[in-house]
T-cell receptor, first 113, second 109 residues
């Protein structure tokens, strides 16, 4: 059982480049989340989805877009990367949006030069 | 604003007991979670409290006092593999998790 899988694991981009981070889960979870984790700070929610075809903004959505075309996949896009987006990005999924724990992928380490 | 506070770093000895505290101020409360995160890895779920009191799971226990906005994670019989960061997160009124910055626990032999 793979759980939550993120690709790629590492990436270096130049300022202004675009890319898409992929997240796939095989647990049939309705809810999916994208977080960023920066040193000295808690995880911050970028965008989330409560089901196939739906997305919503989290705490820090600017500069990112997302899509949830299939229930098992949640994509995070950076249209024009900026150095401030250098971070570790985690995808998570949850059975519901309430009391169920979130399950995390291994993260994508992204550096913007 | 919403705020989760936990100590940045703690040190303990193998075989001992350690208590990691978490205080919170959030818009609403729908439960408190503790996660463990080893360096360079994903957070993994440890425990969940929604009612006041102590929840025990093997060597790990978590306590909640909603009136005080306070929780702690208690780790007993510490092992070297317990060296990790411990993240406290509160589910707010919108059912979104608000995360603390984490407590890095260093276990010494």
């Amino acid at each position: 059982n793979a759980g939550v899988t993120q690709t790629p694991k590492f990436r270096v981009l130049k300022t202004g480049q675009s890319m898409t981070l992929l997240c796939a889960q095989d647990m049939n979870h309705e809810y999916m989340y994208w977080y960023r984790q920066d040193p000295g700070m808690g995880l911050r929610l970028i965008h989330y989805s409560v089901g196939e075809g739906t997305t919503a903004k989290g705490e820090v959505p600017d500069g990112y877009n997302v899509s949830r075309l299939k229930k098992q996949n949640f994509l995070l896009g950076l249209e024009s990367a900026a150095p401030s987006q250098t971070s570790v990005y985690f995808c998570a999924s949850g059975l519901t949006g309430e009391v169920s724990p979130q399950h995390f992928g291994d993260g994508t380490r992204l550096s913007i030069l | 604003g919403q705020n989760i506070d936990q100590p940045t770093e703690m040190t303990a000895t193998e075989g001992a007991i350690v208590q990691i505290n978490c205080t919170y101020q959030t818009s609403g409360f729908n439960g408190l979670f503790w996660y463990q995160q080893h360096a360079g890895e994903a957070p993994t779920f440890l425990s969940y409290n929604v009612l006041d009191g102590l929840e025990e799971k093997g060597r790990f226990s978590s306590f909640l006092s909603r009136s005080k906005g306070y929780s702690y994670l208690l780790l007993k019989e510490l092992q070297m593999k317990d060296s990790a960061s411990y993240l406290c997160a509160v589910m707010d009124s919108n059912y979104q998790l608000i995360w603390g910055a984490g407590t890095k626990l260093i276990i010494k032999p």
